[in-house]
């Protein structure tokens, strides 16, 4: 059961405390260099541990990396348990530059479907699991709802995945919610130089560079920039809400009832499937779960993850 801090009053404390002040080590990766089908590279960050021992693929949020507060947290849990992780950074994140003129987008499916392929590969006969944070917490599911029995994984969870894109972006788009766009954007925007540079002929930079809110953003650069006719069309493919039914291996969906970004009710909404389990907390934020005295301890998540992992059901009331 989470136990959230009284002096942490609300969603939005719990959200920014966790993911900029909350005290963490850095933990030390052993990094790799993969190559990617399109002759593009990605970098993969290892908790090593015995090699007969399971893995956790880690998948991480917009703007975010194998760095941020929860990817660190669970490298520490995991380093505890003897277990390894394989937490991936997508296109241009981690501090590794592209060589191909696109990103990464939120309903990447085939860029996990790979990623996962080639870990089962390289590790055959280790249980193998995965977790989705926020829109990794998206793309996963949408690639488990399309590759359904196919999924290479023993199970896998998702902790405030925005499994609908129109709606949250709608959301957002409050003015008490500024700070959060803000935030979005500055890091979205900070490695557009180099793109620019490289990859001149990639996007209306004009636009791009005036964007003032994520749907402009999207629809000046990521819609275009990866196939998509228009920013609603992008949403509307890469939500993973009307997939969920068809998810055919054990599934955990985490959220928080005062999550400030994604809306509890846009993940309530959609017909879980037979697979799908939810550990809906009153409390946590957008990917916060702080607990404990001050100034605080992240160890609640990582710890409900591998509870799942090891096949322990959800205790919180959905």
Known sequence: MFSPPSWLP??????????????????PYRREIWATPDADRIAADWVDG???RPIVVLFHGLASSSHEHYAQALAMELRSAGWRGCFVN???????????????????????????????????????YAAGISLGGNILLKYLGEA?????????????????????????????????????LFHLKRNLGYYRRHFPGMADWKRTAEARTLQEFDDAFTAPVHGFSSVQSYWEQSSSGPLLHRIRIRCLLIHSHNDPIVPIDQVRQWTAGT??????TPRGGHVGYVQGRFPGNLRWLPQALLRFFQGNEPNEEA
């Open 275 to 280: 697979q799908l389990r939810t550990c809906f």
């Open 90 to 128: 997508f296109r241009g994140c981690g501090g590794l530059r592209n060589l191909r003129p696109r990103s990464y987008h939120a309903g990447d499916s085939q860029e996990i479907a790979w990623i996962l392929d080639r870990i089962r590969q390289n590790h055959p006969a280790v249980p193998l």
């Open 148 to 184: 359904g029995q196919n999924a290479p994984l023993d199970s896998a969870a998702t902790v405030c995945a925005p499994v609908d894109l129109p709606a949250t972006a709608e959301h957002l788009k409050q003015e008490y919610l500024q700070f959060y766009h803000r935030h979005f």
């Open 10 to 27: 609300n969603g939005h404390w719990e959200t920014v405390w966790a993911s900029l002040l909350a005290p963490i080590p850095r933990f």
């Open 50 to 52: 015995p090699g007969d």
